[in-house]
């Protein structure tokens, strides 16, 4: 990623995340607005990373090893901002259930993200957008376990 892709990264979380702040108070701790920020970051990361390949190749196979252990270990990283982050919201009144099945077959995984982060980046409801996040972040957590088979 250049500069000038993280920059424009960095600018999509800033948005993403001050459209969602309101909503978050008086619920969300400073640790809590930490991990939806960083959860926002590794998703949309992982969306570039899953977009990036136009060519055909499987999105398994898509980039070079050393890129796919680097998405594999930010997902990794993120867990703890993910355990911080979804108990807290599936706290609050008004929050939906996953709608991830854990059956996925690998072949739908990519779908199933890309799917889910389009409706993200227009829904306005915070509910369904936090719910749509942490679901992308759970289908993160999915691929970086096939990573490491």
Request: aromatic share 16%.
């Amino acid at each position: 990623m250049t500069s000038t892709e993280y920059r424009e990264l960095i600018k999509r979380v800033d948005e993403i995340y001050a459209s969602m702040y309101d909503e978050t108070q008086p619920a969300f701790e400073d640790e809590d607005l930490e991990s939806l920020r960083i959860i926002i970051r590794l998703t949309l990361e992982f969306a570039d990373y899953l977009t990036h390949r136009q060519d055909g190749t499987p999105w398994r196979f898509a980039i070079a090893s050393s890129d796919a252990s680097y998405a594999a270990e930010s997902i990794f990283a993120g867990l703890s901002f993910f355990y911080t982050l979804n108990p807290m919201y599936e706290g609050l009144i008004g929050a939906l259930p996953t709608t991830i099945d854990l059956e996925t077959p690998e072949s739908d995984l990519k779908s199933a993200f890309t799917s889910r982060y389009q409706q993200f980046l227009i829904e306005t409801d915070f509910y369904k957008r936090c719910r749509l996040l942490l679901d992308m972040f759970r289908l993160q957590i999915i691929f970086a376990g096939y990573l490491y088979r």
